[in-house]
């Protein structure tokens, strides 16, 4: 989930390799966008993305 202000919320994994979880789940913690909106206002929004490591196929 991403808030009003561009902040990740509660990240998941939706498929996992164990080992590299951790990783994921800290990096995309760090990452900031830009607010989505609707008729101009801020809001709350949920989108998927895909972290790929080196190695990980």
């Known amino acids: 989930t991403i808030d009003e202000n561009g902040r990740v919320l509660?990240?998941?994994?939706?498929?996992?390799?164990?080992?590299?979880?951790?990783?994921?789940?800290?990096?995309?913690?760090q990452w900031q966008f830009a607010p989505a909106t609707l008729h101009g206002t801020p809001v709350c929004v949920t989108m998927s993305v895909v972290v790929s490591f080196p190695g990980d196929m």
């Open 10 to 29: 509660r990240p998941e994994v939706l498929r996992s390799i164990e080992w590299l979880d951790t990783a994921a789940l800290e990096a995309v913690k």
